[in-house]
């Protein structure tokens, strides 16, 4: 299949158009940098042993969005642009709907002008909210989201089943991330965050390096195994071969399917911490501060549904994970740019 990836230069973007190459498929790429550079595609091509048709475009931008739709006939389209960093959402509330929400408008508007109507869309665990029980299953009702990223993902999911409701002739997969980290195994792409990381893993990588001098845990008195935050980590290799299965699944039906992207287990902060320092030889120093606001003690999902309908589980474990970052993080300390 031709598929479109839009943001497909960033990190689970640029990994998924790898596993799309090696299953066969011809990934094409739209994304303007606001997150990324155009070294990752670079990168891509390395890995893969050809060049990717890659556009510099903003996908709010009709105009060239048609241009790339007029060249090239899509079986599919991935949507991982988006902007994601919950703090910076909440400081700048007005950018992220405006990006988020408009892009996947203009977008489904130039598909549907297109008559493109297959659509994966990288939605989040951010939306179930804070759910009482764990694990969480697709069919549970949002709890509402706590800052305007996760709405905007909440929005989006809306979007698009109001889309579908309109003409179910469309097939639109919503895939909700846990937490996706790690990188290739070749080290040549990865996770690159500019500034200070927002996330655990990218944090625990510069650390590791020396960039950062200690990690903060946020919080030690929570109801888990021993205080510190529990997640559904996923290796981005694992994630990236979910969406080549996602793309299969919506070629063969219509409609809208929620499925989680998770590998049904939940890591501590303090076991990824112990883990990566006991896989990389290295030191963490840690210093225990407040809980984080918004933070919730223990998510995880139940993968059940992604191994019925797509046949997919998750293989990696959170030693691969915690490898495969600090290779990438040591072989390029400067990330793409250095
Ligand atoms: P990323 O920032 O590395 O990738 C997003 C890409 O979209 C970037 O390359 C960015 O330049 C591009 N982009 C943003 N706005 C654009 C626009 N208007 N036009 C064109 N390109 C644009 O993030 P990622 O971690 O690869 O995440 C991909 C998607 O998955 C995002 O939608 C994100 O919200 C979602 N998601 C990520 C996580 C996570 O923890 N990484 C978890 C759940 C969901
Ligand atoms: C994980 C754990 C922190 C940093 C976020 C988004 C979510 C999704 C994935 C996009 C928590 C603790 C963290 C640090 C710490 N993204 N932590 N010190 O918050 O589960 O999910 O990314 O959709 O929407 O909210 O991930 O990596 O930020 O935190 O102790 O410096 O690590 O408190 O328990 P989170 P995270």
Known sequence: MKILLTGGAGFIGSHTCVELCQAGHEPVIVDNYVNSCSEAVRRVERIVGHAIPCYEADVRNKEALSRIFDENAFDAVIHFAGLKAVGESVAQPLRYYRNNLDSTLTLMEVMQEHG??????????????????V????????????????WTKFMIEKILEGQVNADPSWSVVLLRYFNPIGAHESGLIGEDPSGLPNNLMPYIAKVAVGELDHLNVFGNDYPTK????????????????????????????????????????GCSVLELVHTFERVNGVRIPCVIAPRRPGDIAVNYADPTRARELLGWTAEKTIEDMCRDTYRFQTRNPKGYRG
Request: hydrophobic letters at 30%; glycine letters at 14%.
């Open 116 to 133: 493109v109507r297959r659509i994966v869309f990288s939605s989040s665990a951010t939306v179930y909210g804070n759910q009482p029980v």
């Open 135 to 150: 694990p969480y299953r697709e069919d549970m009702p949002s709890l509402g989201c706590t800052n305007p990223y996760g």
């Open 226 to 265: 021993d205080g510190t935050g529990v997640r559904d980590y996923i290796h981005v290799v694992d994630l990236a071969k979910g969406h080549v299965l996602a793309c299969g699944y919506a070629a063969g039906r219509t409609g809208c399917e929620i499925i989680n992207l998770g590998t049904g287990s």
